[in-house]
């Protein structure tokens, strides 16, 4: 207590909160020598606003507020028409999604009301619509496909395992981050050359073992081996190192989409025959 009394500090910075599940709320006054501290409906802490209840509700109010005002101001710097390329609009989008994702992992379940939920979308919108340079009418779905961003709701997911199942080591949290970006992302298929693993843009590109041979092929035109840290640096390198990854991600995307057809075609004769029987069905139990 002596010690508090000691601390100079403005009137502005006593302020206290009280916890409770009380419905109707009290304030509180505290005197700590000369000092008085009353009681506030919210107070900011470690930039998070904290009510009586910790809803966290006026946290997300506020965090809509302020990221649609950036996101206003950012829009300015991106028109629909010319402007910045998609890579820097998508740059200068984090910036408002760094503001409605800070603290996400503890706040999370706001979003599951659909009053604050449609607060924060709609300030994501805003960014998501000028990267994509797309209209007003575009669904919010659609529109970050076409920019390439995830929505909030998926990030707030994402955050909120990543912080509850942390590990203690960098490869841990690194392991753990994919797995959680992979059950976040729905109906991925799994490899079928390796039983249980996910055929994700990383392991068909770096590890799937039907591409072994033209992986190697492309090892030796770079003149080393590719790998998800080293991939950007061979090529920037030169210009043919570019063509020559070009390439080989070209060759893996048509010979995918043709064992993706291919599997489609064979199982087009099993729903032919399913609706067969379900039609037949149908017609017996009418008679």
Not at 27 to 49: A, F
Not at 191 to 199: K, Q
Not at 223 to 237: A, D, K, N, Q, Y
Not at 262 to 268: L, M, N, Q, V
Request: glycine letters at 4%; one cysteine or more; proline letters at 3%.
């Amino acid at each position: 207590m002596d010690g508090l009394c000691r601390t100079d500090t403005g009137s502005s910075q006593n302020r206290s909160r009280a916890l409770t599940s009380r419905k109707q709320l009290e304030t509180i006054t505290l005197n700590v020598g000369e000092c008085s501290i009353t009681s506030q409906p919210y107070i900011r802490y470690l930039g998070v606003m904290l009510d009586s209840r910790l809803s966290y509700t006026r946290h997300v109010e506020q965090v809509a507020e302020k990221a649609s005002r950036v996101a206003m101001s950012l829009a300015r710097l991106m028109p629909s028409i010319s402007g910045p390329r998609q890579d820097r609009r998508k740059l200068l989008a984090t910036v408002v999604v760094s503001v409605l994702t800070y603290g996400i992992a503890i706040w999370r379940e706001v979003l599951e009301m659909e009053t604050y939920r449609r607060k924060v979308a709609a300030a994501h919108r805003i960014s998501t619509l000028r990267v994509a340079c797309a209209f007003r009418t575009i669904s919010n779905d659609a529109v970050c496909v076409i920019a390439n961003m995830m929505p909030i709701e998926v990030i707030a997911i994402e955050r909120k395992q990543l912080y509850a199942e942390r590990g203690g080591n960098p490869a841990e949290r690194e392991k753990l981050r994919r797995n959680v970006k992979q059950r976040s992302i729905e109906n991925i298929p799994d490899c079928p050359a390796v039983c249980g693993t996910p055929e994700d843009a990383e392991h068909v590109f770096f590890h799937c073992a039907r591409f072994d041979q033209a992986r190697e092929e492309l090892n030796v035109r770079l003149g080393g081996g590719i790998e998800p840290e080293t991939i950007v640096r061979f090529m920037l390198e030169k210009e043919e190192n570019w063509s020559a990854v070009s390439s080989f991600a070209k060759d893996i995307m048509t010979r995918l989409r043709e064992e993706d057809q291919s599997r489609r075609k064979a199982k087009e004769p099993e729903k032919i025959a399913s609706r067969v029987m379900q039609r037949r069905q149908t017609d017996f139990w009418k008679h």
